[in-house]
């Protein structure tokens, strides 16, 4: 994850698109200097002439992972967010696969392809996605390996995977 997001890490620059900066970013670095200066972040005094923040769905204001951050500066924590997320979903997924008894490079493939391209990249962009993120296969891993069940009697057992079934004589 570091490898690959070393240019927003290490530069300067940050993590853009779609609502991110005109409404994202200035409801984050509220959020951000409400929980670093020790309040509650209850209100937004910059939009329309205020607004609740801690009750707007949309804030995710009192989420756990926003305080934790609020001890850095704002622009790290902005480039941390995505990069925390990516992270423990692509770590879910990979206990997702294991518990289901997927052998480990098909493992880490899933756990890569659900941590870095499409499906995960584009809700960074808006900041109440990212904590779905990872919740999705962590909601799963526990989950018991599939079982087969035995056949009905008279019925032969189907085929391990990957084998057709051969014909009988």
Do not use: C, Q
């Not at 509650?40 to 934790?68: D, F, M, Q």
């Not at 995960?120 to 808006?126: E, G, V, W």
């Amino acid at each position: 994850v570091i490898a690959v997001w070393s240019n927003p890490l290490f530069t300067g620059r940050n993590f853009t698109g779609r609502d991110l900066l005109a409404y994202n970013l200035p409801m984050e670095k509220v959020i951000h200097d409400s929980w670093a200066s020790g309040h509650i972040p209850l209100w937004n005094p910059w939009i329309s002439g205020g607004r609740p923040l801690l009750p707007n769905p949309n804030s995710g204001a009192a989420y756990p992972v926003r305080i934790i951050l609020s001890v850095l500066s704002f622009p790290l924590a902005m480039r941390l967010y995505p990069l925390v997320h990516w992270t423990a979903a692509g770590l879910g997924v990979l206990a997702l696969l294991r518990a289901l008894a997927i052998g480990r490079a098909p493992a880490w493939l899933g756990a890569v392809s659900y941590a870095f391209p499409v499906v995960s990249i584009p809700p960074a962009f808006y900041p109440p996605f990212p904590p779905v993120l990872p919740l999705l296969p962590w909601s799963g891993a526990d989950a018991p390996a599939p079982r087969r069940s035995a056949p009905p009697p008279g019925r032969p057992a189907p085929p391990p995977a990957g084998r057709s079934p051969r014909p009988s004589s």
